[in-house]
């Protein structure tokens, strides 16, 4: 079982930044991929990026790619997600996710936090 706790969610205003913090309460958290995906209103939660256990690899959704990176620290266990040129579109809950896998970090996952809420005011 993991358990995970996202923090650093907030009101910001277009073109802004946020970074989302996920901490992981398991000491095998570098065994773990980790995803981040949101929800917005009447939507269904989606994808926005995923990091393999090393940290080496990783993958985001297009309408992410060159605005957000994904990092994590496993000496913290910890993952975060930087997003930078924020958009109203990117309003939303956020939720980290963990799970043990191999090749595609875009999931599926089984594990997931409460979820952060993210607010781009235009």
């Known amino acids: 079982q993991v358990q995970l706790i996202e923090s650093g969610g907030g009101l910001v205003q277009t073109g802004g930044s946020l970074r989302l913090s996920c901490a992981a309460s398991r000491r095998t958290f570098s065994r773990y991929a980790m995803g981040w995906f949101r929800q917005a209103p009447g939507k269904e939660r989606e994808f926005v990026a995923g990091?393999?256990?090393?940290?080496?690899?990783?993958v985001y959704a297009d309408s992410v790619k060159g605005r957000f990176t994904i990092s994590r620290d496993n000496a913290k266990n910890t993952v975060y997600l930087q997003m930078n040129s924020l958009k109203p579109e990117d309003t939303a809950v956020y939720y980290c996710?963990?799970?043990?896998?191999?090749?595609?970090?875009?999931?599926?996952?089984?594990?997931w936090g409460q979820g952060t809420q993210v607010t781009v005011s235009s």
């Open positions: 990091i393999s256990w090393s940290g080496g690899s990783t």
């Open positions: 996710a963990a799970d043990r896998i191999y090749s595609d970090w875009s999931g599926p996952y089984n594990y």
